[in-house]
């Protein structure tokens, strides 16, 4: 069964210092990787995928993913973190038609 | 148009009213998705439509019930709903496979009185 973890309930850290928001994975086959944030009452924004190719993937926002195939994982992170970071962060497998998210990691950018 | 709207964004409602849910995309995308996210969980997935017809049903209770008028909308029809039905109901697109990547509306939060 596929399954993603996300072993931080809370990360914080200061402005302008780098952020990783932690995100481990187990699928059979090839996984197809995402990150999604999330501010309050609101929807998911797509951060960024991985799916094939390069291990390093920019994305939205100043954020890149870093996908490793030896330790399954696929940890989020940006250089220099702003206070309007501060978010819920999912990650997400999928397969056909269906996302399992991790149960997310609230990010905190403390001024 | 790169975006998924959704209304209401608030409701409130009776466990005795009818009501629903809608959703509208013209991003083309020829999937589109109910989940259902509670307070500082991950959403979880409600219902998958994949051109228009219904794919997946996630063992929903029956009080729930989706419909796909055309491609580019998606309801969810609510009935005789309880009070832990309660929740934050987000819609999605995305084309078939989902290996582009989701976009989400921006959710109806629902609370049933």
């Known amino acids: 069964a596929q399954s993603v973890a996300q072993p931080e309930d809370q990360v914080n850290v200061a402005e302008g210092n780098p952020l990783t928001v932690k995100c481990t994975y187990s699928v059979s086959g090839n996984p197809y990787l995402f990150w999604y944030v999330q501010y309050p009452n609101r929807g998911l924004q797509f951060l960024l995928k991985y799916i094939t190719g390069d291990n390093l993937v920019k994305g939205s926002y100043g954020f890149e993913a870093e996908f490793n195939k030896s330790q399954t994982s696929f940890h989020l992170k940006k250089p220099s973190a702003l206070v309007s970071d501060s978010a819920l962060y999912f990650c997400?497998?999928?397969?056909?038609?269906?996302?399992?998210f991790g149960t997310g990691t609230r990010l905190k950018v403390l001024a | 148009d790169t975006e998924v709207t959704q209304t209401p964004k608030h409701l409130v409602m009776g466990m005795t009213n009818k009501k629903s849910l809608k959703c509208e995309q013209h991003?083309?995308?020829?999937?589109m998705y109910w989940y259902k996210q509670k307070a500082k969980k991950p959403p979880e997935l409600m219902f998958v439509?994949?051109?228009?017809?219904?794919?997946i049903n996630e063992s929903v209770p029956s009080r729930f019930s989706p419909e796909c008028p055309n491609s580019s909308l998606l309801n969810l029809h609510l009935h005789a709903l309880q009070p832990e039905d309660s929740a934050l109901y987000l819609c999605a697109s995305s084309q078939p496979g989902g290996t582009v990547g989701y976009t989400f509306g921006s959710g109806t939060r629902l609370t049933v009185v």
């Open positions: 997400a497998v999928t397969g056909t038609y269906k996302y399992i």
């Open positions: 439509y994949s051109y228009e017809k219904l794919s």
């Open positions: 991003m083309g995308h020829r999937a």
